[in-house]
């Protein structure tokens, strides 16, 4: 049987590839397999607009990218400097070995549960 992505992947290949056949056919075999049926405008204005529709989607897709990067770095709040992460740091390090200088022994019932394995549970 075949999952979801596996479907949509399938489909998704099938519409590029008849979109491919049919751009190459209209592109190039116009006249012949096209135009003899079907009249509906000459070769050289189907050859513009062939040309012409990708080219403004391709333009159209970059500056929308170019769009979402600028707004992306526009709307992002700039990042601490690094001397605030290393003292975050250095004093994240410390603070535990303070913490064991003050608890001399632990208490009896740590001591239980830490030998305890810890169970996981099946999924």
Request: with cysteine; glycine share 8%; proline share 7%.
């Amino acid at each position: 049987m075949v999952s979801k992505d596996q479907a949509i992947g399938g489909v998704i290949c099938l519409v590029c590839v008849l979109v491919a056949v049919f751009y190459i056919v209209g592109l190039f075999g116009y006249e012949l397999l096209i135009q003899p049926w079907l009249n509906i405008g000459s070769f050289a204005e189907v050859k513009f607009w062939l040309i012409a529709v990708p080219v403004l989607v391709g333009f159209v897709a970059i500056l929308a990218i170019g769009a979402w990067i600028g707004w992306t770095m526009a709307t992002t709040p700039p990042p601490k400097p690094i001397e605030e992460i290393t003292t975050e740091m250095e004093e994240k390090k410390e603070e535990p070995k303070m913490e064991e200088m003050k608890s001399e022994e632990p208490a009896a019932g740590t001591m239980a549960e830490e030998k305890k394995p810890d169970k996981k549970k099946k999924s």
